[in-house]
T-cell receptor
Framework: QKEVEQDPGPLSVPEGAIVSLNCTYSNSAFQYFMWYRQYSRKGPELLMYTYSSGNKEDGRFTAQVDKSSKYISLFIRDSQPSDSATYLC???????????FGAGTQVVVTP | EPEVTQTPSHQVTQMGQEVILRCVPISNHLYFYWYRQILGQKVEFLVSFYNNEISEKSEIFDDQFSVERPDGSNFTLKIRSTKLEDSAMYFCASNRDTEAFFGQGTRLTVV
């Protein structure tokens, strides 16, 4: 069983729509849950991270964690064409920098 | 804003040749990492480096790979005898306390 699973998409939405992304994981030891954004042929860029269960909001982005279901989500409100990218969930394993990544979901926001 | 920089952005090499990928981490960071992303696949952890030695490595990081911090600013990944399957994006990352910051990557093409 893969440790972190993520639907690769692509997910196509019209501008202004809400984008809903999710990951499942199998390792109950994960404590922190991170979302990175990756533009084509660029490095991952951290969007936000949460600790344990609950919600966290940052501007148009909201991250949710449900540890009981081992399920995390990222919502993007009022999506813009500039949000078109691949979104990666990631969990630190033994240290903050040793990350277990999901496959990434490609998002396309059409004007 | 401080950033992780990587050179070159693209490297083409012949199979069997040695390559050195270079990274300048963020200046006050203490932990350094290399990741690899084969086209269409997940970002995968290769190695972590702290206090001038490898702290952890994945099973991908075999004897053909080595890392070095030759001075106070650079962090390098050497691949001794490249194989076709080494073609990938290689990302350097660094952190101090919490989240890791990634460079823009070096695209390595082995022909």
């Amino acid at each position: 069983q893969k440790e972190v699973e993520q639907d690769p998409g692509p997910l196509s939405v019209p501008e202004g729509a809400i984008v809903s992304l999710n990951c499942t994981y199998s390792n109950s030891a994960f404590q922190y849950f991170m979302w990175y954004r990756q533009y084509s042929r660029k490095g991952p860029e951290l969007l936000m991270y949460t600790y344990s269960s609950g919600n966290k909001e940052d501007g148009r982005f909201t991250a949710q964690v449900d540890k009981s279901s081992k399920y995390i989500s990222l919502f993007i409100r009022d999506s813009q064409p500039s949000d078109s990218a691949t979104y990666l969930c990631a969990m630190p394993t033994d240290s903050w920098g040793k990350l277990q990544f999901g496959a990434g979901t490609q998002v396309v926001v059409t004007p | 804003e401080p950033e992780v920089t990587q050179t070159p952005s693209h490297q083409v090499t012949q199979m069997g040749q040695e390559v050195i990928l270079r990274c300048v981490p963020i200046s006050n960071h203490l932990y350094f990492y290399w990741y690899r992303q084969i086209l269409g696949q997940k970002v995968e952890f290769l190695v972590s480096f702290y206090n001038n030695e490898i702290s952890e490595k994945s099973e991908i990081f075999d004897d053909q790979f080595s890392v070095e911090r030759p001075d106070g600013s650079n962090f390098t990944l050497k691949i001794r005898s490249t194989k076709l399957e080494d073609s990938a994006m290689y990302f350097c990352a660094s952190n101090r306390d919490t989240e890791a910051f990634f460079g823009q990557g070096t695209r390595l093409t082995v022909v």
